[in-house]
């Protein structure tokens, strides 16, 4: 029914990543967006995807502006992208004593208050020359950014802004996923209002959920990030992306259980009638999350197959009953996550967002990326026949 990609046989499980969905994904919000320019956020190792496998892939795609969180990560793009006509913008800022590693990796701090200000604009004038950065105001979200009332002193006093080479303003949407949510609207006035202070930056206001609001939110760059990554940007609706992550685990025992008796930690599940349980290589080490136990599923084929009792840190336990005798068996691959039971899905079962499943996936999956010259795996087209 299902066997493994090339060079992974010996995989307890498998994360495949197509790189093409995303890339596709990437073109359909260019084309949602019109004449305005689309960057990408590859944060958090690319929605954990794997930014050095993701971001040149998103390159050839036509992406030259690229976000990530922090200065360790701007560092690791910047030595998969070389380019330094490629933008890498940092969304955390410049901290005391960073500004050099900022110049040394040719990376843009997003400027968040006015102390990072004054930093940024001390290095501008050691280097002797205007230094690339952007303008994060405040909207409404209270997180990052600059308070409307401190980007109206820092227009005022004029030096500060006069000081750094501005390549974008930049505010970020609390509630896009909601395109009712009155907020939404509270936020694009105020953005206008920022904007209208600084009438000769760029400006960036759109998520991938605020690509799929009106145009006026729109502005001069959209930055996509789990979009790009397969989820759904318009929760209760049909989901407009590619799917890109499918993971895999591979079955290593299993056995039949007479009425009464129990499966796992705690006991936390206790048969009421004979039983075949199957144990997967797979656990919440590898972000399979432990609140999952009893009330998520994998998938052999079409078919879905309960998970059974708590989440190991190594191992979760199927009834598979429902499956055809024999056909599942030791080296047998299980579908966790792909098109059957999707990030989305699996978020909806833990009470949490996709961003969470995606993030989380663990370091210990034989990882396979598919749709580009750049895989791992010459052979990897092969995968997961069924």
């Not at 006093?157 to 609207?185: F, K, M, Q, V, Y």
């Not at 432990?290 to 998520?296: A, I, P, T, V, Y």
């Amino acid at each position: 029914m299902a066997t493994a990609y090339a060079g992974s046989a010996a995989a307890a499980s498998i994360l495949r990543i197509d790189l093409k969905a995303i890339t596709d994904n990437y073109q359909l919000l260019r084309r949602r967006l019109g004449k305005i320019a689309c960057a990408a956020a590859v944060k958090a190792n690319a929605y954990g995807t794997g930014a050095a496998q993701v971001a040149p892939a998103l390159v050839t795609a036509g992406c030259r502006t690229f976000f990530v969180a922090t200065i360790d990560e701007g560092i690791a793009l910047r030595n998969v992208l070389p380019d330094h006509d490629i933008t890498i913008a940092v969304l955390n800022g410049v901290l005391a004593g960073s500004e050099a590693t900022f110049r040394a990796h040719h990376l843009i701090p997003v400027i968040n208050d006015i102390e990072q200000c004054e930093l940024w604009c001390g290095e501008c004038v050691r280097s002797g020359r205007p230094l690339d950065a952007m303008l994060h105001v405040d909207t409404g979200m209270n997180r990052l950014g600059l308070p409307m009332g401190d980007l109206e002193h820092l227009v005022k006093s004029g030096d500060l802004l006069r000081t750094p080479n501005w390549r974008c303003l930049i505010s970020h949407l609390a509630c896009a996923d909601e395109p009712d949510h009155p907020a939404n609207a509270e936020q694009l006035t105020r953005f206008q209002t920022a904007r209208a202070m600084l009438p000769s930056m760029p400006a960036s206001l759109a998520n991938s959920a605020g690509i799929f609001l009106e145009s006026a939110f729109h502005f001069d760059l959209a930055r996509p990030g789990v979009a790009l990554y397969g989820g759904n940007p318009q929760p209760g609706q049909p989901n407009p992306m590619r799917q890109v992550v499918s993971v895999f685990g591979r079955v290593l025992q299993t056995r039949v259980l007479k009425p009464g008796m129990t499966v796992g930690y705690g006991a936390a599940c206790q048969v009421d009638t004979i039983t075949a349980i199957a144990t997967v290589a797979a656990g919440y080490a590898d972000g399979y999350l432990r609140c999952l136990g009893n009330r998520s599923v994998v998938h052999f084929g079409s078919t879905p197959l309960p998970i059974v009792s708590r989440i190991s840190m190594d191992l979760i336990t199927i009834d598979i009953t429902e499956a055809p005798p024999g056909a599942i068996r030791p080296g047998t691959l299980l579908e966790i996550i792909g098109d059957h039971f999707t990030p989305d899905d699996m978020a909806e079962a833990a009470g949490t967002i996709s961003y969470e499943i995606l993030t989380g996936l663990g370091q210990r999956y034989h990882r396979i990326y598919v749709g580009s010259e750049a895989t791992d795996d010459a052979n990897a087209t092969e995968a997961l026949t069924q």
